[in-house]
C-alpha cells in the first residue's frame, strides 16, 4: 500500500502481495519451482497466440499476392517490414479500383467509412501495432470479397508450418510489445452488422444463393453465399463441396415438402412463399457452421490419429502442439514422460480393444504434469533440505518439515531425535559436496537421505551400547557388523579393545559436551578410532618383542590413524626406551591386558616429551645457545616443570649447558634433572636479588647461604657479614661491567669463591698479630690463588703487615675491627707505592755521595734538582759552594766506612736497609747489621744546602730596594715633561678640534655619497638580497618548525598563522555554502530527472492514444510545483524541546551508520528483494551526502566493499549468481559511478573506437537468415523481376549458399576488428576507471576467489561481467546518452548505427561473460536483530535511546491545528519541503579507552590554551611567558581573541545549520580571565609531567612540538581548502548546467503541451459525458479478454460476480468495486498511472482482488474508451 498526498490508500501490487512476506529466500526460490508448470502453460499460450498471428501473416501476404498477381519475395516474419512503406498497400488499392483510385492514394482516404479497421499510420510506419494492421486488411479481404471485388482469403491454421526459431522470435516481439491480439474469428460479424443492406438487396442475394446451390455449382454457390448483401458468415471456400452437398440435401427435403405453384417468376413471389420451396438466410447459415462443425472434426480427428501414429515413433511434440487439437498445458521439457505415459495408455487401450480418446490424450498430458510437479517439488523440497544442512546451525523444525513431507514417506524416521539426523545429514551432504562440489551432483537424494536414517538409528544403538556397564558387546559387534554403517578393516578378535576405545571416547565426548547429540560417536569417528585400535594393537606387539621391531613401531608411529604429532625418526630409539618402561609401569600396577595396553595418549605423552627434552638438549649444547628454544621447551606443557621464571631463560640455560657438560654425551637431562636446575638458579637469583637490596635482609640471605639446593661449602654463619659485603662487591662489580640483567648475576662457583674468598681474608686479619712468628703461613694467605691480589710482591711482606696493621687501627676509630679484600688490596697497593717511592729517595742520596765522593759538581747539580730528593732553594750558581760544604760534611764523619749497609726511615715508622754493593733492600734488619759512617743521609744534605743558600741570600735581598730608588727618580723627570706638554695642548685645543671635525666630515661625506650612488646603481640587486635574505631568515626559522626540537623563537614568530583571519572565515563560509547547495543540487536534479524521465513516458503513452491530454497537462503542472519546491528548500528552524535528545539520537545513528560499514551492508543483505526500492539507494547515497569529499568517498566505497562480501559470503554458489542476479550493492555502485565520475573515462576509452562504428555503412548482421533475405532482396531489386530462390528457409539452408557465407565471413571479420580494437582500447586505460569502481570490482574478485579457490575463471568472469556488462554496455549500446560521442537533437542516431553499436555490445558481452531519516531508522529497527546480533553492540543502545520510530510531525513542532484535515495536508506539504541537517557525532568513545582519552583531552586542552597564550605575550621560553606578569593591554588582547573566534563559530553555524565544518572542532572558552587560563596551564603541563608525556626540562618540548605540528597542518587544510573550494565551484557550475538543461526541457514541454492544448481548442468538440459508472460481469469481461481468470471460481459462476467501476475527483484514479449475487464483496482503489507503468515495464496480467487476473492492456483500453 502507499499513501497519496491526500492521505488516501490505493493499491500497488508488487511480487510482496503476491508472495508471503514471512517466506524466507528458500522457501520463496521452493514456491518459484512449484508454479514453475503453470509459467511453462503461459509460454504455451503465449506461443499458441504466436503461430496463430503468423498464420494470419501468411493469409493477408497470400491474399495481397492474388489481388495484385504479384509474389512477395518475402518470408512471413518479414512481411510487416515490407508493409512499412506502403507500396504493397498502394498497389493493392489500384487492383481494386484502377480508374479511380490512383497508386498515391490508398483505399478509404479520410477515415470515414469504417474506422474500426483503418489502423494508425504509427501502428504501420513505426510498427507500434502491427497485429492491428493485418487486422485491418483481413478485414479489407472479407469485404473486398464480399464485394466480389478480390479472392476469399484462405485459413492456413494447420496449413502451414513455421520452425521453433520463427515461433519463438514472434512471442518475444508480441510481448514485448505487450500489444492485445485482435480478435480475427469476429469481422464477418462485425460486417455484418457495420454494413446495411435493404430488404430487397438481402433478399435477392438469398435467392441468389439458392439458385447456385440449385445448379449444383459449389464454387458458384460459395460466391453467392460470401456476397456482402447475403449476410452469411464463417464461410470457408475449401468446404465448397461440402456446403453444396448438404445445401443441395436441404434444398430438396424442403421443396419435396412443400406444395407450391411452380413459376420462374420470382418476381411475383411474396417472401414468405419463396421461402416454403427455398432455404432462407438462417437455414443456410446453420447448414454452414454444422458443415464447419463436422469439418472440424474431422480434423481433429485426424491430428488426433496423427498424435496416436507418432507414440512409438514420430515427432510426438509437433503432433501435440497441432492448433487444431489445443492440448493444454504442454511442456517440451518432458515430452519422454509424455512418450512413456502415452505408450503405456496405448498398451491398456489395446488390451480393453478401446481407442484412445482426446480426453485420454489430455488426461495423460495433465497426469504427466502432475507426476513432473510433484518431481519437481520433491526436487524443491530437496533442495531446501540440502540448503537447510549447509547452514550452521541447522534449523531442526525446518528440517523436521521437510522429513515429514507428504511427498515422502521415510522409514525409521523417529522425531524424537531430528537434531541427531540431521548431524549425520550434514555430515552426509559435506561428504558428497566435497566430492561433486554444490551442484545438482551435491545434492542428498531422497534414496541417500533414507539411508543416512538408517545410519542414525544404528548409531544411537552403538552408543547406548557403550553407555550401559558393563558394555553390551553383543548389540556393539552387531553394530559394527551392519552394513549399514561400511566398516573397514574390524577384526572381531578384537572386539574387547575395540569396546574399551570406544568407550573411552565416548566418556571423553560426555565429559567435554555432556550427554547430548555432540557427545555422540559417528561413522567416521568409530572408523577412526577402529583403525586406530588396530594400529595400537601392532605397537604394543611391537614393543613387547625382544629385541623390539624398531620398523614396525616406526610404521605405527607415522600412521595417520595413529594421529601421533611431532613424531621425529632420529628419536626412534628414545621413544622405544620410554615406551618400554611406561609399559612396564603400568604392567606394576595391573594385570588386566587391555589396561596394560599402551593408549595413543601413553604414545603421545612419550613423544611429546621425548622431543622436548631433546630439544631442549640441542638447544643447550649449541654453540652459541638457541634462549628462544630454550624458553620454548622448560615452557612445553609436556615437561610441565614447576618454578619457571621465563625472563631468567638465559640463566637457566647457563645452568643447564653447565649440567649437561658434566655428563656424557648421550646421557640427556632428564626432568628431575633439569627441574633441580631451575630451582638452584631460582635460588641463586633470588641471592642475587638479595644483594641489591637496599638494606640488605640478612635472615633472608643466611636462609639462600644455607640452603640445602645450593649446597654451598665452607660457609661459616660468623662471617656472615664479610660474605655479605663481599658478595654485594662481586654483584655491583658484574653490574657494572655487564649491562644484561641475566649475564651479571653471580653464579654458583662465583659465590663459593667469595665465601672461600672471605674465609682466607679473615685468616689474614687473625694473623696480623702473630706476625713474623707465623711468616710463612701468612705469606701462603696472601699469595692464595683465589684472592689473586694485584702486584703482590713477597720480599715486601713486611711492609704490607705494617701498613695493614696501620689500617687496622684506623678502622678500629670507625668501629670495624677487620680487613676486608678491598683493605688488603689497597695495603699492598700502598706498600708498593712506598716501596717504589723509598727506593728511589735512596738510590738518589746515594748518587748525591758518589757526586761528592768524585767532586763532580755538573752531576752533583743534577742530582741535587732531582724531583726525587725534592730539596728547596737548591741554586745552580752556588754548586761549588754545595759542594765543597758537602765534602767537609763528609770528611768531617770518621766512624766505620767498611760496611756496606745504610739504613732510611720511611714514613710508618719502619726502615728500609740498603746494600751498597749488592744493591738490595730489605725491611727486615739484616743480622749484624752496622751502617756506614761516611753515608750522608737526605736529612744531612738536605741541612747543608739550607744554610750555604741562606749565606748566599743575604745579599741578594737588598737589589729590589735600589732598583725601587731609581725607578721613582726617573718617573718624576718624565712625569714633569708630560704635565708640560699638556698644557700646551689644552691651549691649542679649540683649532685642534675643529680641524678635526672638518677634516672627519668632509670623509665621511665624500664616502656616504660614494655608497649612496653605489646603492643607487644596484638598487634591484640590493632589493633582491634583502628579500633573499629576509625570506631565508623566516624560512630557516620555518624548518625549525619541522626540527624534532622545536625553537620556542619559532612559535612565537608563526603562532599568528593559528589565527582565523577574514580571508579564513570567508573560505570556511563559502566552502560550507557549496557543499549544502552542491547536496541540494544533487537531489533537486534527481528528482527533476525522475520526474522528466515520468514526463516523457506520459507524453509518449499521449502520442500512443493512452491517456489523455489531461493527464500530462496534470503531471507538467505537478512538475513545475516540485521545481518550485525544490529550488526553495527550506531547513528545520525550530524544533520541539522534547524532541532535542530524540534528534541527537538520530544523529549518534547515523554517525554509527556512516563509520561503521557492517550495520548497512548487513542491511542491505537482510533486507528482501520487495524492500529494496530507489528509497532505499537515494537514503544511503544522502548519509554518505552523495561523496561530496573524500572522506565520505571513502566511507561509501568501504561500505560497498563490506557489502559485497556479504553478498559473495552468503548468495553466491556460481558464476550464475553474480551474473543474472541484481542485488542492491551492485546497483548502487554502478550508480555512483555514473554521471560526472565516468563521463571523461568512458569518452576517453570508447570515443575513438564508436566512431567508425556509427560511421560505417555495412552492417554487423551474424543472422544467416537476415544475410540470405537481404541478399534475395538485392538480387530482385537489380534484375526487377521476382527471384525463383525460396523465400521460406531455416538456418542450415541459407548457410548452404556461398553469397551468405562469404557475407557472414565478411561481418565476423568486421566485428572481429571492431572487438580488438575496443579490448585495445578497454586494458590500457583500466587505470582511468573510476577509483570506486576499481576498488569495488577488486573487492568482488578476491570474495570469488577465496569462496572459489580452484576456480580462479569465476573470479575473472564476475569481474567482466561488472565492469562491461553493467557499466560499459549501456555506454555502448546508447553512447549519445552516455556523452561518448556529441549528442544532436537535429541529427540522432538512427536505426541502422543503433542496430550496429548493438551487435557490437552484444558479441562484446559474450566475450565478458565467458522522509528519508524516519523511513531508514524504521527499517534499521526492523531488521535490528540481523545487523546487530550482540548485545553489547552500539546500535542497540541507540536505538534503545530513540525508542519507537516517530512521525515527521511528532518530531518537528506543526504550528497548525492537528485536528483539521485541510492543515494536515499543509503539514505534509511542507514536511516534503523540509530538510533535517544533522550533526553526525558519536556518545562513544571509539578508541575504547577512557584513560587514553581523558589523557588526550587534557593534552590537547592544554595545548589550545597555551597556543592562545602565546598569541597575547611574548617570550623567550614558555616558561618565561608563564611568569611574565599580566599587563591590562594582555588581557584586552586575551578577550578579543575569544570573542571574534565565539562570533564567527556562531555565524558559521547558523550559516551551514550544523556544527560540522573546521570550526566545529576549535576550542571555544568561556569568559576566563587570562591569569586563570595561565593557572590552568600550570596544573595541566604538571599534571602531564606527572603522566611521563613532557618535561619541564626540556621546556615542555613534546607540547611545542604538538603546536608546531598545528602550524604546519593549519597551512596545509588552507592549501587544501582551496582546492576543495575550486573544485566544488566546478562541480556547482556542471550542476548549474545540467538544471538549465532540465528547466529547457522543461519549457520545451511547455511549449509542446501548450501547442497540443491549442490544437484541440481549435479543433475538438463538445462531447458527451462520459458514464461515471461501469458495471460488467465477470463473463462479459472474459468475453472481451479482460478477465482470464478467478481463484476458487468456475466459468459458470463468472455471470454471479459484478465488477463495479467508478470514477474519482482524480481523473487517473478509479473505484474498483467486486459484489457477489448482489453482495459487495471487496473494494480497492485503481492506479490509472500504475497500470500504464505496467504496461510500460511488459506486464500482461495483473491481479486483482487477490483473485481475478486482469489483462492490462485490455483494462487499459476499457477505461480510455469508457472515461477518457
Given at each position: ?1485 571509539l578508541k575504547g579507552d577512557n584513560k587514553t582519552s581523558d589523557v588526550s583531552s587534557l593534552f590537547n586542552g592544554t595545548k589550545n590554551l597555551i597556543e592562545d597564550v602565546v598569541r597575547v605575550q611574548k617570550g623567550s621560553s614558555l616558561a618565561d611567558i608563564l611568569d611574565t606578569p599580566l599587563s591590562e593591554p594582555d588581557s584586552e588582547k586575551y578577550k578579543g581573541i575569544i570573542s571574534s573566534r565565539a562570533s564567527k563559530i556562531a555565524l558559521i553555524s547558523k550559516v551551514t545549520q550544523s556544527q560540522d565544518s573546521t570550526y566545529s572542532g576549535t576550542r571555544l572558552e568561556k569568559e576566563v580571565s587570562l591569569e586563570k587560563v595561565k593557572i590552568r596551564i600550570r596544573e595541566g603541563l604538571q599534571a602531564l609531567e606527572e603522566k611521563a608525556l613532557t618535561s619541564s626540562e626540556n621546556g615542555y618540548a613534546t607540547v ?165
Open positions: 500500500m502507499a499513501q497519496t498526498g491526500k492521505g488516501e490508500m490505493h493499491i500497488m501490487l508488487r511480487e510482496k502481495d503476491v508472495l508471503d512476506p514471512a517466506l524466507t529466500r528458500r522457501e520463496i526460490s521452493g514456491l518459484r519451482a512449484r508454479v514453475q508448470a503453470a509459467e511453462i502453460m503461459d509460454e504455451e499460450r503465449q506461443k499458441f497466440i504466436a503461430y496463430h498471428y503468423l498464420c494470419r501473416l501468411a493469409e493477408a501476404k497470400d491474399w495481397i499476392e492474388k489481388c495484385i498477381n504479384e509474389n512477395i519475395p518475402v518470408s512471413v516474419n518479414d512481411f510487416e517490414d515490407t508493409l512499412r512503406n506502403g507500396i504493397l498497400l498502394a498497389k493493392l488499392s489500384n487492383a481494386f479500383a484502377s480508374e479511380v483510385v490512383p497508386l498515391k492514394r490508398i483505399y478509404d482516404r479520410d477515415g470515414a467509412k469504417y474506422k474500426i479497421f483503418h489502423p494508425e499510420t504509427v501502428d504501420l510506419y513505426d510498427q507500434k501495432n502491427m497485429p492491428k494492421v493485418i487486422y485491418c486488411i483481413h478485414a479489407l479481404a472479407l469485404y473486398c470479397y464480399k464485394l466480389g471485388k478480390a479472392p476469399a482469403i484462405i485459413s492456413l491454421t494447420g496449413k502451414i508450418a513455421f520452425t521453433d526459431e520463427e515461433i519463438l522470435e514472434k512471442t518475444v516481439e508480441l510481448k514485448s510489445r505487450g500489444l492485445k491480439m485482435p480478435m480475427f474469428n469476429r469481422i464477418g460479424g462485425i460486417l455484418t452488422k457495420e454494413i446495411k443492406v435493404d430488404d430487397e438487396t438481402f433478399f435477392k442475394a438469398i435467392v441468389a444463393v439458392n439458385r447456385a446451390i440449385d445448379d449444383e455449382d459449389a464454387p458458384q454457390t460459395v460466391v453467392a453465399m460470401n456476397h456482402i448483401a447475403a449476410r452469411l458468415v464463417d464461410i470457408d471456400p475449401d468446404h465448397a463441396d461440402y456446403y453444396q452437398e448438404k445445401l443441395f440435401i436441404a434444398l430438396k427435403d424442403k421443396t419435396s415438402d412443400a406444395i407450391i405453384d411452380t413459376t420462374d417468376n420470382t418476381k411475383d413471389l411474396t417472401e414468405e412463399d419463396y421461402f416454403r420451396t427455398n432455404l432462407t438466410h438462417s437455414e443456410i447459415q446453420t447448414i454452414v457452421g454444422g458443415v464447419n462443425e463436422e469439418r472440424k472434426d474431422f480434423e481433429m480427428n485426424m491430428a488426433l490419429q496423427a498424435v496416436i501414429n507418432s507414440i512409438q515413433e514420430g515427432d510426438l511434440l509437433n503432433a501435440l502442439r497441432n492448433p487444431l487439437l489445443m492440448f493444454s498445458g504442454i511442456d517440451p521439457s518432458i515430452i519422454h514422460i509424455y512418450r512413456n505415459h502415452l505408450i503405456a495408455l496405448k498398451k491398456r487401450r489395446d488390451q480393453e480393444e478401446v481407442q484412445i480418446t482426446y480426453d485420454d490424450i489430455q488426461l495423460t498430458i495433465k497426469s504427466a504434469n502432475e507426476e513432473m510437479k510433484r518431481m519437481n517439488y520433491q526436487q524443491s523440497v530437496l533442495q531446501i533440505l540440502n540448503n537447510l544442512l549447509d547452514s550452521n546451525p541447522v534449523n531442526c523444525s525446518k528440517l523436521k518439515e521437510c522429513l515429514q513431507n507428504e511427498y515422502f514417506e521415510f522409514s525409521n524416521l523417529d522425531a524424537e531425535y531430528i537434531e541427531q539426523y540431521s548431524i549425520v545429514m550434514r555430515r552426509g551432504r559435506l561428504e558428497k559436496v566435497v566430492i561433486n562440489g554444490y551442484g545438482e551432483k551435491g545434492l542428498l537424494t531422497s534414496d541417500e537421505i533414507q539411508r543416512l536414517i538408517n545410519q542414525a538409528n544404528l548409531l544411537r544403538e552403538l552408543n547406548n551400547a557403550l553407555d550401559r556397564d558393563p558394555t553390551d558387546n553383543e548389540k556393539l559387534e552387531e553394530c559394527l557388523r551392519s552394513d549399514m554403517l561400511a566398516l573397514r578393516d574390524v577384526n572381531f578378535g578384537w572386539l574387547d579393545v575395540y569396546a574399551v576405545c570406544l568407550k573411552r571416547r565416548r566418556m571423553e565426548k560426555i565429559k567435554i559436551y555432556g550427554n547430548g547429540n555432540k557427545s555422540l560417536l559417528y561413522v567416521d569417528e568409530i572408523q577412526r578410532l577402529i583403525l586406530q585400535t588396530n594400529w595400537l594393537i601392532v605397537l604394543n606387539k611391537a614393543v613387547d618383542e625382544n629385541p623390539s621391531n624398531q620398523d614396525k613401531i616406526n610404521e605405527c608411529l607415522f600412521s595417520e590413524y595413529m594421529d601421533i604429532e611431532d613424531v621425529c625418526p632420529d628419536n626412534l630409539m628414545q621413544y622405544i626406551i620410554m615406551l618400554k618402561l611406561r609399559k612396564n609401569e603400568k604392567a606394576a600396577t595391573s594385570n588386566d591386558v587391555n589396561e596394560i595396553m599402551l593408549t595413543v595418549k601413553d604414545v603421545q605423552v612419550i613423544v611429546s616429551r621425548e622431543n622436548a627434552l631433546l630439544i631442549l638438549d640441542r638447544s643447550i649444547r649449541a654453540e652459541p645457545v638457541e634462549i628462544s628454544k630454550v624458553r620454548e621447551s622448560l615452557r612445553s606443557k609436556v615437561l610441565n616443570f614447576s618454578n619457571l621464571r621465563m625472563e631468567i631463560a638465559s640463566f637457566y640455560a647457563t645452568i643447564l649447558k653447565d649440567r649437561r657438560d658434566s655428563k656424557n654425551d648421550d646421557d640427556i637431562l632428564r626432568e628431575n634433572e633439569i627441574q633441580f636446575c631451575i630451582d638452584e638458579a631460582n635460588v641463586l637469583i633470588d641471592l642475587n636479588n638479595c644483594l641489591i637490596e637496599d638494606p640488605v635482609d640478612m635472615t633472608k640471605l643466611k636462609s639462600y647461604l644455607d640452603d640445602e639446593i645450593l649446597h654451598l661449602s665452607d660457609v661459616n654463619m660468623d662471617n656472615v657479614v664479610l660474605y655479605v659485603s663481599a658478595l654485594i662487591a662481586k654483584r655491583k662489580q658484574k653490574m657494572m661491567t655487564i649491562t644484561d640483567s641475566n649475564k651479571n648475576l653471580l653464579s654458583k662457583f662465583e659465590v663459593n669463591l667469595v665465601i672461600y674468598s672471605s674465609n682466607v681474608v679473615v685468616a689474614i686479619n687473625e694473623g696480623l698479630d702473630h706476625y713474623p712468628s707465623n711468616r710463612e703461613q701468612f705469606n701462603g694467605w696472601l699469595r692464595d690463588e683465589t684472592l689473586a691480589f694485584n702486584e703482590l710482591q713477597p720480599s715486601i711482606i713486611t711492609l704490607y703487615v705494617g701498613i695493614m696493621k696501620e689500617m687496622r687501627k684506623e678502622k678500629l676509630d670507625i668501629k670495624k675491627n677487620y680487613l676486608d679484600f678491598m683493605d688488603i688490596q689497597n695495603s699492598i697497593t700502598r706498600g708498593n707505592e712506598i716501596h717504589d717511592t723509598n727506593v728511589s729517595l735512596v738510590k738518589c742520596v746515594v748518587k748525591v755521595n758518589s757526586t761528592i765522593e768524585a767532586e763532580d759538581q755538573i752531576a752533583l747539580l743534577v742530582a741535587l734538582q732531582s724531583t726525587v730528593l725534592s730539596l728547596v732553594g737548591v741554586n745552580a750558581a752556588m754548586i761549588a759552594d754545595y759542594l765543597t760544604s758537602l765534602t767537609a760534611a763528609k770528611d768531617e764523619r770518621s766512624a766505620d766506612v767498611g760496611s756496606n749497609w745504610v739504613k732510611h726511615e720511611i714514613e710508618i715508622d719502619y726502615y728500609i736497609y740498603y746494600n751498597l754493593n749488592l744493591e738490595e733492600f730489605a725491611y727486615d734488619s739484616p743480622e749484624d747489621f752496622v751502617s756506614n759512617g761516611r753515608f750522608l743521609t737526605k736529612i744531612e744534605i738536605e741541612q747543608i744546602i739550607a744554610s750555604v743558600t741562606e749565606r748566599y741570600d743575604l745579599y741578594h735581598k737588598q737589589i729590589p730596594r735600589i732598583i725601587a730608588i731609581q725607578a721613582l727618580a726617573r718617573g718624576y723627570l718624565v712625569r714633569r715633561v708630560i704635565k708640560q706638554r699638556k698644557y700646551e695642548l689644552k691651549c691649542l685645543l679649540p683649532a685642534v678640534i675643529k680641524i678635526q671635525t672638518i677634516c672627519r666630515g668632509y670623509i665621511q661625506r665624500k664616502s656616504y655619497s660614494n655608497r649612496l650612488k653605489y646603492f643607487a646603481m644596484n638598487e634591484k640587486a640590493v632589493i633582491k638580497m634583502q628579500s633573499v635574505f629576509r625570506c631565508l631568515k623566516v624560512r630557516n626559522c620555518y624548518n625549525g618548525l619541522k626540527s624534532p626540537d622545536v625553537p620556542f623563537a619559532a612559535i612565537n614568530m608563526f603562532v599568528y598563522l593559528l589565527d582565523e583571519s577574514q580571508k579564513d572565515f570567508e573560505e570556511e563560509l563559502e566552502l560550507q555554502k557549496l557543499r549544502s547547495y552542491i547536496v541540494t543540487s544533487i537531489r533537486a536534479n534527481l528528482k527533476l530527472e525522475k520526474d522528466l524521465s515520468s514526463m516523457d513516458v506520459k507524453i509518449g503513452l499521449l502520442v500512443k492514444n493512452r491517456i489523455t491530454l489531461q493527464d500530462v497537462v496534470h503531471q507538467n503542472r505537478a512538475l513545475k510545483k516540485i521545481n518550485k519546491d525544490v529550488s526553495n528548500v527550506k531547513g528545520i528552524d525550530v524544533m520541539i524541546k522534547e524532541r532535542t535528545r530524540q534528534l541527537e539520537g538520530y544523529q549518534s545513528l547515523f554517525y554509527l551508520l556512516q563509520t561503521e560499514p557492517k550495520y548497512l551492508a548487513k542491511l542491505i543483505f537482510e533486507m528482501p528483494q520487495s524492500r529494496s526500492n530507489r528509497f532505499v539507494e537515494a537514503a544511503i547515497l544522502t548519509i554518505f551526502n552523495y561523496a561530496a569529499n573524500s572522506r565520505e568517498e571513502f566511507l561509501l566505497i568501504k561500505l560497498f566493499n563490506t557489502a559485497l562480501q556479504e553478498e559473495v559470503l552468503n548468495r553466491v554458489n556460481s558464476i550464475e549468481d553474480v551474473t543474472e542476479s541484481n542485488p542492491l550493492v551492485i546497483k548502487l555502485a554502478i550508480q555512483f559511478n555514473r554521471g560526472s565520475r565516468s563521463q571523461n573515462c568512458l569518452k576517453d576509452i570508447f570515443g575513438s573506437v564508436i566512431q567508425p562504428v556509427i560511421n560505417c555503412k555495412e552492417d554487423y548482421n551474424l543472422d544467416p537468415l537476415n544475410i540470405y533475405k537481404e541478399w534475395l532482396q538485392h538480387l530482385e531489386l537489380i534484375s526487377g523481376e521476382a527471384s525463383q530462390l525460396p523465400h521460406n528457409i531455416n538456418t542450415e539452408q541459407a548457410l548452404k549458399y556461398p553469397e551468405v557465407k562469404k557475407k557472414l565471413a565478411e561481418c565476423i571479420e568486421r566485428l572481429q576488428v571492431v572487438i580488438a580494437d575496443i579490448v585495445a582500447a578497454i586494458v590500457p586505460a583500466a587505470e582511468k576507471l573510476p577509483y570506486a569502481l576499481r576498488c569495488v570490482a577488486m573487492t568482488l574478485r578476491k570474495c570469488l576467489e577465496k569462496k572459489f579457490p580452484n576456480d580462479k575463471d569465476i573470479a575473472l568472469k564476475a569481474v567482466g561481467h561488472f565492469v562491461i556488462c553493467r557499466y560499459m554496455h549501456p555506454a555502448l549500446i546508447a553512447p549519445d546518452a552516455f556523452d561518448v560521442i556529441p549528442f544532436s537533437i537535429e541529427n540522432p542516431l538512427n536505426s541502422h548505427q543503433r542496430h550496429c553499436l548493438a551487435s557490437v555490445a552484444s558479441l562484446l558481452q559474450r566475450v565478458a561473460v565467458n522522509n528519508t531519516m524516519i523511513v531508514l531508522f524504521q527499517l534499521v529497527v526492523d531488521f535490528e536483530n540481523e545487523i546487530a546480533p550482540n548485545t553489547d553492540d552500539p546500535l542497540r543502545e541507540v536505538l534503545s535511546d530513540l525508542g519507537v520510530p516517530l512521525s515527521e510531525i511528532e518530531l518537528i513542532e506543526v504550528p497548525a491545528d492537528t485536528n483539521d484535515p485541510i492543515a494536515v495536508e499543509a503539514v505534509m506539504e511542507d514536511l516534503a519541503k523540509t530538510e533535517v541537517c544533522l550533526t553526525l557525532t558519536t556518545r562513544f568513545d611545542l612540538k604538538e603546536i608546531a605540528k598545528d602550524i604546519l597542518n593549519r597551512r596545509l587544510y588552507r592549501k587544501n581548502r582551496k582546492i576543495e573550494i575550486l573544485r566544488l565551484r566546478e562541480a556547482q557550475v556542471a550542476l548549474d548546467a545540467k538544471t538549465n538543461e532540465y528547466v529547457d526541457q522543461m519549457d520545451y514541454y511547455n511549449k509542446y503541451i501548450k501547442t497540443c492544448i491549442e490544437n484541440m481548442a481549435i479543433s475538438s468538440k463538445k462531447k458527451k459525458d462520459k458514464k461515471s459508472v461501469l458495471k460488467y460481469t465477470a463473463s462479459r469481461l472474459q468475453e472481451k479478454s479482460i478477465v482470464s481468470s478467478i481463484i476458487g471460481l468456475q466459468s459458470q459462476q463468472y455471470k454471479n460476480v459484478v465488477f463495479e467501476i467508478a470514477s474519482t475527483d482524480d481523473p487517473s484514479k478509479f473505484k474498483m468495486h467486486a459484489k457477489m449475487v448482489g453482495t459487495t464483496m471487496d473494494s480497492i482503489m485503481l492506479d490509472f498511472e500504475h497500470l500504464l507503468e505496467l504496461q510500460y515495464e511488459g506486464i500482461l496480467s495483473i491481479k486483482i482482488f487477490n483473485a481475478a487476473m486482469f489483462d492490462v492492456n485490455s483494462l487499459i483500453g476499457l477505461l480510455n474508451k469508457k472515461f477518457y
